[in-house]
């Protein structure tokens, strides 16, 4: 197994891609500790991964707040000892053009989107040195590198992400801790089904132009994703770091 005795924390780990690569890295013999503001959604992964004979723990937490992230990561230690891994995953997306954006809505998306990314690492990082050993993946986005009209405070935070894991491998190259982020296309989750398409007018149009984006002709798969960054997380590609990693049908190539 590709991560045997390791210890993983992965924000968001309720739903969608998170999920999944829980559930993965559980498959590949890695403790997994999820955490998301929603109770019975880290639940339902706990009990989805002890079925089929793995173990999963969880904890609440709202990475846009200091103290819910210092406690995870505190855990996280006394539970096993080290990180090893950490996959910044957590994130909300909320459509609106830059004008028609409220400024709560701004506020809450950066808070989520990169201070919580931010403040996970921020935390994780002092533990990772120590043992002179680590991977961390941000969750980026196809859009965190190509703009695309209505969607300006995503966008833009997904844009921090892709600078702040450039800046993070920097610092870290030469002390054993490789940052990478993958730069998914639109995928079948709650984010795109419930949050874009859910909200919309004209729900079928909208469908069409983000398929069309993709020469691929279709959205991805959360699993999809998974395997991608159970590839970054991997020792096998330990010269990896500061790559944004596109899985995204083919939209980049555009």
């Known amino acids: 197994m590709k991560l045997s005795n390791k210890n993983a924390i992965i924000t968001g780990g309720g739903t969608g891609i998170g999920k999944e690569t829980a559930l993965l890295f559980a498959q590949e013999g890695a403790n997994v500790l999820i955490t998301g503001r929603r109770e019975e959604k880290l639940k339902e992964v706990q009990e989805e991964a002890a079925a089929q004979g793995l173990t999963i723990d969880y904890m609440n937490c709202d990475v846009s707040s200091e103290e819910d992230c210092k406690a995870t990561v505190e855990y996280a230690i006394g539970k096993y000892g080290s990180i090893d891994i950490l996959f910044n995953n957590a994130g909300i997306l909320i459509p609106g053009a830059t004008h028609e954006t409220e400024t709560e809505i701004w506020d809450k998306t950066f808070d989520i989107n990169v201070k919580g990314t931010y403040l996970m690492s921020k935390h994780t990082i002092p533990h990772m040195l120590e043992k002179g050993y680590g991977s961390i993946v941000n969750n980026s986005s196809v859009v965190g590198l190509k703009a ?11 844009g921090a992400i892709t600078q702040l894991t450039k800046s993070m491998a920097l610092e870290y190259a030469d002390k054993g801790i490789r940052v990478n982020a993958i730069c998914p296309g639109a995928v079948e989750t709650p984010m795109v089904v419930e949050d874009i398409f859910g909200v919309v007018e004209d729900r079928e149009a909208v469908e069409q132009y983000i398929l069309s ?7 991805g798969q959360p699993k ?22 596109s899985v995204d049908g083919g939209w980049i190539a555009r």
């Open 224 to 245: 999809e994703i998974a395997h991608s960054i159970l590839f970054l997380v991997d020792d096998n590609i330990g010269f990896m770091t500061g790559t944004m990693l």
């Open 148 to 158: 695309l009209p209505g969607f300006a405070a995503y966008i833009a935070s997904k």
């Open 213 to 219: 984006l993709h020469p691929m002709g279709r959205m």
